[in-house]
């Protein structure tokens, strides 16, 4: 079935390194969505990448949707105690929402 | 603007009992979500409603797990009779159509 891998499962970075998360699929995504879940949150939407090449910011966040949009990525520069939480990217296509299983980042002060 | 509303928070049960979980979405949005999601682990779709159809149950363990959504707004989620490994968090979301997702706090179940 559908399926959405994102790499890597956990990131340790000391505050003020960059960090990146991947999301991949072995089929074409239809849009992309990133969501951050605080630890014991709920999901917060981030953003949805929709065109192929997209490339969108917020602030220190940039969001990137592959030519082939079999892949996206989401990269955080110089990360804050603020940043920690898990990464989500979601499989929106075909009226279905498809999440992957998230990328833990950490953030030492 | 009011969020998704669920609940109950928490709920402890032994196995072989039944419980609920409600959720109220956003008003307006036609689009609701249950989502399992196991400590450690993304959220999984167990079934999308659009209105008060079902859009996809495919992952939803039916010979135990319930959802219905009545009149097209609120829903329930049951489980009967509910295993160990049920044990986790049901997250709720609601979007306008396949847009954007709202979560809800979620309820988080223990089963003993």
């Not at chain 1, 879940?37 to 490339?55: A, D, M, N, T, Y």
């Not at chain 2, 409603?49 to 097209?72: H, M, T």
């Not at chain 2, 989620?77 to 847009?99: F, R």
């Amino acid at each position: 079935g559908q399926q959405v891998m994102q790499i890597p499962q956990y990131q340790h970075v000391q505050e003020g390194e960059d960090f990146t998360t991947y999301c991949n699929s072995s089929t074409t995504l239809s849009n992309i969505q990133w969501y951050k879940q605080r630890p014991g949150g709920h999901p917060v939407f981030l953003i949805q990448l929709v065109k192929s090449g997209e490339v969108k910011k917020q602030k220190r966040l940039t969001f990137q949707f592959g030519e082939a949009k079999k892949n996206s990525s989401l990269h955080i520069t110089a990360t804050q105690t603020t940043d920690v939480g898990t990464y989500f990217c979601a499989d929106t296509g075909g009226f279905k929402t498809i999440f992957g299983a998230g990328t833990r980042l950490f953030v030492k002060a | 603007e009011a969020g998704v509303a669920q609940s109950p928070r928490y709920k402890i049960i032994e196995k072989r009992q039944s419980v609920a979980f409600w959720c109220n979405p956003i008003s307006g949005h036609a689009t609701l979500y249950w989502y399992q999601q196991i400590l450690g682990q993304g959220p999984k779709l167990l079934i999308q409603f659009q209105n008060n159809g079902v859009v996809d149950d495919s992952q939803l363990p039916k010979d135990r797990f319930s959802a219905e959504r009545l009149k097209g707004v609120d829903s329930t989620l049951k489980i009967q009779p509910a295993k160990l490994e049920d044990s986790a968090v049901y997250l709720c979301a609601s979007s306008l159509g396949g847009g954007q997702a709202f979560f809800g706090q979620g309820t988080r179940l223990t089963v003993v």
